[in-house]
């Protein structure tokens, strides 16, 4: 399959697509800017600053928004006010992706600015307002997500160059840490989604391409890009049948002859994705 170019090259460097119904659709952070940008049903694209990095964003139950930010999380409230959570201050890491777990708990991991080995952690925020260290000792989090009953979880720490499996526990959160898929030398998984069937859909960095794999770990379809940095993928519309996948130009120069780079682009893949889990704090 080849995905089709929705937008114009909108973003620096696009990443986190989101279908938030109830906040105007398809939303999603052009993370070193720190804006979240949604695109509007006559085209055009609504942007907001938020915070030195915008890196996550998630719907909460009372309305409201949670974010993942350079250092830590921001909790937006319906009419707008902004409290955040500072959570280091090191200036050499940054957040980087998350997702909500199937328990309400908002999960964002980081990574160091120079990807130093181990130097990156995944954090949880619970509804309570408590903070917790998921995973210590990553060096690129990224692509989180869950098995639609809930049971297990999927897991991209980019360096590493696989996807990670995990049982998810109520109480311990992710547990028992394996091996799903092997993407090999030249495989950067980047962020993930499930869909309603179970499989992982997972963006390839440097592989202009997004790759499907069935819930044994097994290369099912590929989305091939006309651009290579390829950096994340959500299912979105009325009928969560269509994935949307965002790009990035960084690094790039800005007269690279790669023009496409920035955009969001869109397939069809005969699938429908899951609602958006909601944080329930």
Known sequence: MRAERLTDRIAHHGEGPVWLPDHGGL?????????VLTLRG???????????IAACVRPRTNGGLVYGIERGFALEDPDGA??????????????????????GNFLCGSMPYDRTPGAASLYRLTPDGAVTTVLPEVTISNGLDYSPDGRLAYYNDTHEQRIDLFDHDPQQGL????TLVDTGPDGRPDGLTVDAEGNIWTAMHHG???????PDGVLQQVVELPTPLVTACTFGGDDLGTLYI???REGMAEDDADQLAGSVFTVQPGVTGLPVREFAG
């Not at 547990?175 to 394996?178: C, F, G, H, L, W």
């Not at 202009?208 to 069935?214: E, L, N, S, T």
């Open 246 to 248: 965002t790009t990035s």
């Open 175 to 178: 547990v028992n840490r394996r």
């Open 27 to 35: 939303t999603w952070v052009d993370m070193l800017d720190g804006d």
């Open 208 to 214: 202009a391409a997004v790759h499907c794999y069935d």
């Open 82 to 103: 902004l409290r955040r959570i500072e959570l280091w201050q090191d200036p050499a890491v940054r957040m980087n992706e998350g997702a909500v777990d199937p328990d």
């Open 42 to 52: 006559d085209g055009g694209v609504e942007r907001r600053h938020v915070d030195a």
